[in-house]
């Protein structure tokens, strides 16, 4: 509670710093950033695996002093996020005359995002053409293709005493429109506090960091229909080309 509390603060932080270095801007320019991640659901048993971080950003930078300036990122970015929550039981699906058991098995999550990343950072000049720095604040993550499945490794008879991992979840298969869907992938879009440090040099944008969730992964229950609740948190790096 206090570690959310904390992090709240110093997103709204970060929008104060922002809006401050935007208004103090004096140099613009955009870039193109391509990257990869790992990710890995938050106190889990998880096997990471490398995802992609592609788009596109726009960079205020405020004034620049003889030893320091501050920046501002915009960035629209699509991103995709995997790993595998290790060793899980849940059951299998109730038929008529068969009753369920258990099983032992792995998740394997398959996410993709388009994301909306605000940062704000400070950078010290190394020499007239590298900078390097620090950077955080607040990403916006709308759900777009869920490839999330289960992998079956054992069964064992269930009874009144098991308890398991995960309850069976059984998404609404009645025909929704597209603006419901719309209207869904809004409401199951996931907040990130992301936090790393960065060297400019030339037009060369070198970045390394970290995206801490502060909400559930909430479309991955409808992949795999169980009603799961985890964070997926994730390390990045990636390559920029301003112009």
């Known amino acids: ?9 110093l997103i709204m932080i970060t929008l104060v710093l922002q809006i401050d270095c935007a208004l103090l801007a004096q ?4 870039y193109l950033k391509l990257g990869s991640n790992i990710s890995e659901f ?3 048993e998880t096997a990471m695996r ?11 930078d405020a004034k620049d002093f003889s030893f320091a300036n501050g ?15 290790e060793n899980k039981t849940w059951s299998t699906v109730p038929e008529i005359g068969v009753e369920p058991k258990g099983v032992i098995g792995d998740i ?18 190394v020499t007239k053409k590298v900078k390097i720095g620090v950077f955080l604040g607040p990403a916006f993550s709308l759900p777009l293709v869920n490839k999330s499945k ?22 609404d298969d009645s025909s929704i429109p597209i603006y419901l869907q719309i209207v869904d992938k809004i409401i199951n879009t996931e907040f990130h506090f992301i936090m790393g440090a960065i060297m400019k040099w030339d037009f060369i944008n070198l970045e390394l960091g970290y995206s801490h969730a502060l909400s559930d992964v909430k479309d991955l229950k409808n992949a ?16 920029g080309i301003s112009f």
């Open 1 to 9: 509670m206090k570690i959310s509390f904390l992090l709240v603060k």
């Open 27 to 30: 140099n613009k320019y955009y």
């Open 42 to 44: 938050r106190n889990q």
């Open 50 to 60: 490398k995802g992609l971080v592609i788009g596109a950003g726009l960079s205020y």
């Open 71 to 85: 920046f501002v990122n915009l960035e629209v970015l699509y991103t995709l996020k995997r790993a595998i929550i």
């Open 108 to 125: 394997n999550s398959s996410l993709s995002y388009v994301e909306f990343d605000l940062k704000t950072g400070y950078c010290i000049n």
């Open 150 to 171: 289960k992998i079956y490794n054992d069964y064992f008879e269930l009874d009144n005493n098991t308890k398991l991992d995960y309850e069976r979840y059984i998404p």
């Open 224 to 239: 795999i229909w169980l009603d799961i609740h985890e964070k997926l948190d994730s390390y990045f790096f990636s390559v």
